[in-house]
């Protein structure tokens, strides 16, 4: 049968260095998922109600790529020094913890202070008579303030009935998120993921089940050389072998795996589990055409996650201890990654087949 993961229908993910946009749904309760402020709109009139799907909870650092395009201009120290926060960041790439989704909370509409609107009406009443009439003037401040008090009384109450309307609408769309309704989720998690250093996407829901794709770096984003020190004491940067590059750029692969997993179990509260899929682009072929090749696919729980030591595990391990099932295949004795043969996985190959990579340049 192959690995687990449900594309639903219709789906095509662009994924770009700008983000991903998609929408889905009919009029009355579309969602729009990825980049430019995902949310959800309801209403079948010419207005419809807007509300974001909560706050950013970005990870994104400069990428490795940005780390090893600035070496060639920097000293032998600053180069090492470069160097040694590239490796850092790959290793640290599935650390970040994601506080859990909470019930959205209405915005309140700001109100001007009565104190505030007193002050401006009083005045726009006094100045329509002449400075020296002294009664009229008072008299029009008094009326002023009495008509300050109730339009204050009026614009309170309506925001209340506004936030409360917001509130009714925030509660829906909750109520749909904790129910996994399709549409809803995919939306939650379209927000969450925009933001990050490799573009990723959910691109389905079934049941507990969300299945995301994540794009990662090619392998030559990551520096070729690694600091050392030569047998005098001095600095040295010496080419890394090929076991050394691909078993990073495995943890590279495996960090974007469980990172997103981590933060889609924490944006959707009643999904169960996550399985990812990690894809880059083909070298190009005769013609120039990149496609999409998968190179890795997990799935976790959150009981399988929940007791992982993240300080002291890393990517390779979280995969291969605490996914209930994963799909890698490397090569030779140097353990180079290679592309999964989706022959054998017809989810896997369903989901390479819904995506389109496309450079900042061709969007």
Known sequence: ?????????????????????????????????????????????????????????????????????????????????????????????????????????????????????????????????????????????????????????ALVRSADVQQEQDQQVLDAWWRRLLDNDHDAVLAALARALEDNDAESAPVGVEADVASVVVRVPDAEALPERIPGTTAAGNLSLRTASRTQWNALYSLMVAGYVVVTAKEVLATAPSIREASVVAVRRTAADAYGEREPEALMAARFTRETLESVRWEEADAMQVVTDASTEYVLEQKGVAREIQALDTDDHPDIAAAVRVIDLVDEDEY
Not at 51 to 75: D, E, I, K, V
Not at 114 to 133: D, N, Q, V, Y
């Open 1 to 153: 049968m192959g690995f687990y993961f449900r594309v639903a229908p219709g789906v095509r993910v662009r994924l770009t260095g700008r983000g991903v946009r998609t929408s889905l749904g009919p009029r009355a309760a579309r969602v729009h998922v990825g980049a430019g402020g995902p949310g959800v709109s309801t209403g079948a009139g010419p207005v419809s109600y807007y509300h974001g799907l909560g706050g950013s909870r970005s990870r994104r650092r400069g990428s490795t790529g940005q780390r090893s395009r600035s070496l060639a201009a920097a000293t032998k120290a600053e180069q090492a020094e470069l160097i040694t926060r590239a490796i850092d960041a790959v290793l640290e790439l599935h650390r970040p913890h994601f506080p859990p989704a909470e019930r959205p909370e209405a915005e309140r509409w700001d109100v001007l202070s009565l104190t505030e609107l007193i002050r401006r009406r009083e005045k726009a009443a006094a100045s329509e008579h002449w400075l020296f009439a002294v009664r009229k003037r008072r008299t029009a401040r008094k009326r002023a303030r009495a008509t300050a008090i109730a339009e204050h009384a």
